[in-house]
C-alpha cells in the first residue's frame, strides 16, 4: 500500500465530547479515509483501549477528569515504553508541561486554540513517522550489534577468507553510514527544544531579579542544557566526519595565542580542582603553522579537559615542542592523573568507548575519537605514552605547512552589535520567536515577527528592514524559498542581509542556505553573545558571508571563519572531556 493510502488508527482521549467530534472533523476534511478513530472519554477508558488494541497515534488531551496527561503517560507505559505514537493537546501553551511529556515519550504537542486540520495531520502523520523511524533504528541497530558480535566469534574461532572480509567491511560502511544518517536526524530534531530552554534561561539571568536559590536552578538549567549541546554538536561533528562532510578552514596562526587562549580556557576548571596548570613553549618549536584553529582549538581543549577531570592531585602541563622532524610541531598534555592501563590503550581513540572513564564521569565517548580525526584530516598524528613520573601523555603532531604572514587584525575584529536596527525574525515555532525576539529587543532592535515564510516575504515586501534572521525548516514555504523570493524582489528590499537561523547544521545544509541567497549562518540553540555578533556583523558588513563560506567580494577561502564551531562551544560554556 503506498504512503498517502495508509490508514491511520488513532485514539483521541479527551473528556470534552465536542472536541472529540472537531478532531474527528478535522481529520475527515485533511485527510478523508484515511483516519480510523476511536475515542475515549476519560483516562481510565483510553488505558483500557490501549490495552485492547494497537494504534498508530494517540492525541491525548492534558487534563482529564481522573488523571493528568502526564500521569496517563506513565499508566500506559508497555514493557518500558509507550504503546504508540503520542500528540499531546493541552489548554495553553505550556512549554515546562511539553518538555515533561516529551522526556516521557510524546513525539510532539498542540495547543487546543491553535488546533486546525493541517496542524493536526501533519502532527499524526510526523508524531508516527518517529516513532516507526525510531523502531526501525533500533531493530536495525540491534540486528548490527548481533551481526557484530557473530562475526568476532568466527574470527576468533575460524580463519576468515578475502571474500569473507570483504563482506564484512562493506556491510559495516551501510552501517556507519546508516548511523551517520540517524546521528544527523536526531541532532537537528534535538536542537530546535534545546534552543527554548538555553534560551529561556539566558533570558531569566539577563532579566535578573532572581532569588539565589532560583539563580542556582537557572545556572543547574543552563548546565544541563550546555551539556546535552556538547553531546549534539560532538555527535554531529561524528556524523560529519564519518561521512566525509567535514570541512577545514586551515589559516596561517600564532602557536602561542592558541595554546595560552586553551590555557585560560581550561584555568577555571583546573582551580576548581587545585591542580597547577603550566604552559610549557619550547625555544625551538614553531611559532607559526597553517591549520583550522577550531578545530585544533577542539583537540587540545579536549585533552586538557580530560586531562584535568582524570586528576585528582598534581600538575596539567601543555608542552608546545619541536619535533624530530623539522617540518612537524609536536604539543603534548601530560598529567599526573592515574594514567591509562596498557590493555586499554589500543581502544582510546575508537568512537563511543570510554576504558579510562568511571562511571561517575560524563561523556559518550566520542571526544578522543573526534580529536583523532580532525588530527588525521589535518595531516597530523595522535598518540598517547605513559608518563614517566606516573599518569598520561597525549601527543599530536601536526604539519607546519607553507608559512604566511599572520591576516591584518582588522580581518579578525569582531563586529560589535550595533543597536537600532530592524529586525525581521521569521520562525513558525512560537518558542523561538519570543526567545530570539527577547535577545533582540534587549539588544536595543525594533523587531517585527513572522510566523511562517509567506509572512516573512510579505513583510519584507511591505516594511524596509536591516537584517532578516530566517529559519529554515517551516510548513508550505520553507526559508530557503522564502529566501529566494526576498532576494527576487527590487532594491532595496531584494538586497537585505539575511542569516539562517535553524538547526540545520549540516556543511551542504550551510550550502544550502549560500545558495539561496542568505548571507550567514547561526546555529541553534543560540547563544546570546553569539547570535549579537552575528546581528552585528551581518548589518556592518552586508553582504559578505559571515559564516566562512565564500561570498563574490571574497576569496574562495576568507582568512578566518566569522563564525565558527570552536567560538559557540566557548560561548556556551564548553567543558571538554
Same mark, same amino acid.
Given at each position: 500500500?503506498?504512503?498517502?493510502?495508509?490508514?491511520?488508527?488513532?485514539?483521541?482521549?479527551?473528556?470534552?465530547?465536542?472536541?472529540?467530534?472537531?478532531?474527528?472533523?478535522?481529520?475527515?476534511?485533511?485527510?478523508?479515509?484515511?483516519?480510523?478513530?476511536?475515542?475515549?472519554?476519560?483516562?481510565?477508558?483510553?488505558?483500557?483501549?490501549?490495552?485492547?488494541?494497537?494504534?498508530?497515534?494517540?492525541?491525548?488531551?492534558?487534563?482529564?477528569?481522573?488523571?493528568?496527561?502526564?500521569?496517563?503517560?506513565?499508566?500506559?507505559?508497555?514493557?518500558?515504553?509507550?504503546?504508540?505514537?503520542?500528540?499531546?493537546?493541552?489548554?495553553?501553551?505550556?512549554?515546562?508541561?511539553?518538555?515533561?511529556?516529551?522526556?516521557?515519550?510524546?513525539?510532539?504537542?498542540?495547543?487546543?486554540?491553535?488546533?486546525?486540520?493541517?496542524?493536526?495531520?501533519?502532527?499524526?502523520?510526523?508524531?508516527?513517522?518517529?516513532?516507526?523511524?525510531?523502531?526501525?533504528?533500533?531493530?536495525?541497530?540491534?540486528?548490527?550489534?548481533?551481526?557484530?558480535?557473530?562475526?568476532?566469534?568466527?574470527?576468533?574461532?575460524?580463519?576468515?577468507?578475502?571474500?569473507?572480509?570483504?563482506?564484512?567491511?562493506?556491510?559495516?560502511?551501510?552501517?556507519?553510514?546508516?548511523r551517520s544518517r540517524f546521528i544527523a536526524t536526531v541532532t537537528r530534531e534535538l536542537r530546535a527544544p534545546l534552543n527554548g530552554v538555553l534560551g529561556y534561561a539566558q533570558l531569566l539571568e539577563m532579566e535578573g531579579e532572581l532569588s539565589a536559590?532560583?539563580?542556582?536552578?537557572?545556572?543547574?538549567?543552563?548546565?544541563?542544557?550546555?551539556?546535552?549541546?556538547?553531546?549534539?554538536?560532538?555527535?554531529?561533528?561524528?556524523?560529519?566526519?564519518?561521512?566525509?562532510?567535514?570541512?577545514?578552514?586551515?589559516?596561517?596562526?600564532?602557536?602561542?595565542?592558541?595554546? %595560552?587562549?586553551?590555557?585560560?580556557? *581550561? !584555568? &577555571?576548571?583546573?582551580? =576548581?580542582? #587545585?591542580?597547577?596548570?603550566?604552559?610549557?613553549?619550547?625555544?625551538?618549536?614553531?611559532?607559526?603553522?597553517?591549520?583550522?584553529?577550531?578545530?585544533?582549538?577542539?583537540?587540545?581543549?579536549?585533552?586538557?579537559?580530560?586531562?584535568?577531570?582524570?586528576?585528582?592531585?598534581?600538575?596539567?602541563?601543555?608542552?608546545?615542542?619541536?619535533?624530530?622532524?623539522?617540518?612537524?610541531?609536536?604539543?603534548?598534555?601530560?598529567?599526573?592523573?592515574?594514567?591509562?592501563?596498557?590493555?586499554?590503550?589500543?581502544?582510546?581513540?575508537?568512537?563511543?568507548?570510554?576504558?579510562?572513564?568511571?562511571?561517575?564521569?560524563?561523556?559518550?565517548?566520542?571526544?578522543?575519537?573526534?580529536?583523532?580525526?580532525?588530527?588525521?584530516?589535518?595531516?597530523?598524528?595522535?598518540?598517547?605514552?605513559?608518563?614517566?613520573?606516573?599518569?598520561?601523555?597525549?601527543?599530536? %603532531?601536526?604539519?607546519?605547512?607553507? *608559512? !604566511? &604572514?599572520?591576516?591584518? =587584525?582588522? #580581518?579578525?575584529?569582531?563586529?560589535?552589535?550595533?543597536?537600532?536596527?530592524?529586525?525581521?525574525?521569521?520562525?513558525?515555532?512560537?518558542?523561538?520567536?519570543?526567545?530570539?525576539?527577547?535577545?533582540?529587543?534587549?539588544?536595543?532592535?525594533?523587531?517585527?515577527?513572522?510566523?511562517?515564510?509567506?509572512?516573512?516575504?510579505?513583510?519584507?515586501?511591505?516594511?524596509?528592514?536591516?537584517?532578516?534572521?530566517?529559519?529554515?525548516?517551516?510548513?508550505?514555504?520553507?526559508?530557503?524559498?522564502?529566501?529566494?523570493?526576498?532576494?527576487?524582489?527590487?532594491?532595496?528590499?531584494?538586497?537585505?542581509?539575511?542569516?539562517?537561523?535553524?538547526?540545520?547544521?549540516?556543511?551542504?545544509?550551510?550550502?544550502?542556505?549560500?545558495?539561496?541567497?542568505?548571507?550567514?549562518?547561526?546555529?541553534?540553540?543560540?547563544?546570546?553573545?553569539?547570535?549579537?555578533?552575528?546581528?552585528?556583523?551581518?548589518?556592518?558588513?552586508?553582504?559578505?558571508?559571515?559564516?566562512?563560506a565564500p561570498s563574490p567580494e571574497q576569496p574562495a577561502e576568507p582568512p578566518v571563519p566569522w563564525i565558527a564551531r570552536a567560538a559557540e562551544d566557548q560561548s556556551l560554556g564548553f567543558t571538554p572531556g
Open positions: 500500500m503506498a504512503q498517502t493510502e495508509r490508514v491511520y488508527r488513532l485514539l483521541i482521549v479527551d473528556d470534552d465530547e465536542t472536541d472529540r467530534r472537531l478532531y474527528g472533523w478535522l481529520l475527515a476534511r485533511q485527510a478523508p479515509g484515511q483516519c480510523e478513530i476511536h475515542q475515549a472519554a476519560d483516562g481510565a477508558a483510553g488505558i483500557a483501549a490501549l490495552r485492547a488494541r494497537t494504534f498508530d497515534c494517540v492525541l491525548l488531551d492534558f487534563s482529564l477528569p481522573d488523571l493528568t496527561g502526564l500521569e496517563f503517560l506513565v499508566e500506559c507505559v508497555m514493557n518500558g515504553e509507550l504503546p504508540a505514537a503520542f500528540v499531546l493537546i493541552t489548554g495553553h501553551g505550556n512549554e515546562a508541561v511539553a518538555v515533561d511529556a516529551m522526556k516521557l515519550g510524546v513525539q510532539d504537542y498542540l495547543v487546543k486554540d491553535h488546533v486546525n486540520e493541517g496542524r493536526l495531520w501533519r502532527a499524526i502523520v510526523r508524531a508516527v513517522s518517529q516513532r516507526e523511524l525510531r523502531q526501525r533504528l533500533a531493530d536495525s541497530m540491534h540486528a548490527l550489534t548481533a551481526a557484530n558480535a557473530s562475526l568476532e566469534q568466527e574470527v576468533a574461532a575460524h580463519e576468515i577468507t578475502e571474500a569473507e572480509l570483504r563482506a564484512a567491511k562493506e556491510s559495516a560502511e551501510r552501517a556507519g553510514r546508516a536559590r532560583q539563580s542556582a536552578r537557572v545556572g543547574a538549567m543552563l548546565q544541563s542544557g550546555q551539556q546535552l549541546f556538547r553531546i549534539i554538536e560532538r555527535a554531529l561533528d561524528f556524523a560529519s566526519i564519518e561521512s566525509g562532510r567535514m570541512a577545514l578552514h586551515p589559516v596561517p596562526l600564532l602557536v602561542r595565542d592558541l595554546t %595560552e587562549a586553551c590555557i585560560a580556557s *581550561i !584555568a &577555571p576548571l583546573a582551580d =576548581a580542582r #587545585e591542580l597547577s596548570l603550566h604552559l610549557v613553549f619550547s625555544h625551538d618549536a614553531p611559532g607559526r603553522i597553517v591549520a583550522d584553529p577550531g578545530r585544533l582549538n577542539q583537540v587540545l581543549l579536549n585533552l586538557l579537559g580530560n586531562a584535568v577531570k582524570f586528576t585528582t592531585a598534581g600538575w596539567v602541563e601543555l608542552r608546545v615542542l619541536a619535533s624530530e622532524s623539522s617540518d612537524r610541531l609536536r604539543i603534548e598534555v601530560a598529567d599526573t592523573g592515574p594514567g591509562i592501563p596498557e590493555t586499554m590503550r589500543d581502544r582510546l581513540f575508537l568512537e563511543f568507548d570510554r576504558p579510562d572513564a568511571p562511571s561517575a564521569v560524563d561523556g559518550a565517548g566520542l571526544g578522543l575519537a573526534i580529536a583523532a580525526r580532525f588530527v588525521d584530516l589535518m595531516g597530523g598524528t595522535i598518540g598517547y605514552r605513559a608518563n614517566p613520573g606516573g599518569g598520561s601523555i597525549f601527543w599530536v %603532531e601536526l604539519p607546519r605547512n607553507e *608559512i !604566511a &604572514p599572520p591576516p591584518p =587584525a582588522d #580581518e579578525i575584529t569582531r563586529v560589535p552589535p550595533r543597536p537600532g536596527s530592524r529586525v525581521l525574525l521569521v520562525d513558525d515555532f512560537a518558542m523561538n520567536r519570543d526567545v530570539i525576539g527577547a535577545f533582540l529587543r534587549n539588544a536595543g532592535h525594533e523587531v517585527r515577527l513572522a510566523e511562517s515564510g509567506h509572512d516573512g516575504v510579505r513583510l519584507a515586501t511591505e516594511q524596509s528592514f536591516d537584517l532578516i534572521l530566517m529559519d529554515i525548516r517551516m510548513p508550505e514555504m520553507d526559508g530557503l524559498e522564502a529566501t529566494r523570493r526576498i532576494r527576487a524582489l527590487p532594491d532595496p528590499n531584494g538586497h537585505v542581509p539575511i542569516l539562517a537561523l535553524t538547526a540545520c547544521c549540516l556543511p551542504e545544509q550551510i550550502l544550502e542556505c549560500r545558495a539561496a541567497g542568505m548571507d550567514g549562518h547561526v546555529a541553534k540553540p543560540v547563544e546570546h553573545a553569539t547570535l549579537m555578533q552575528a546581528v552585528g556583523g551581518a548589518i556592518a558588513r552586508s553582504p559578505q558571508w559571515v559564516d566562512g
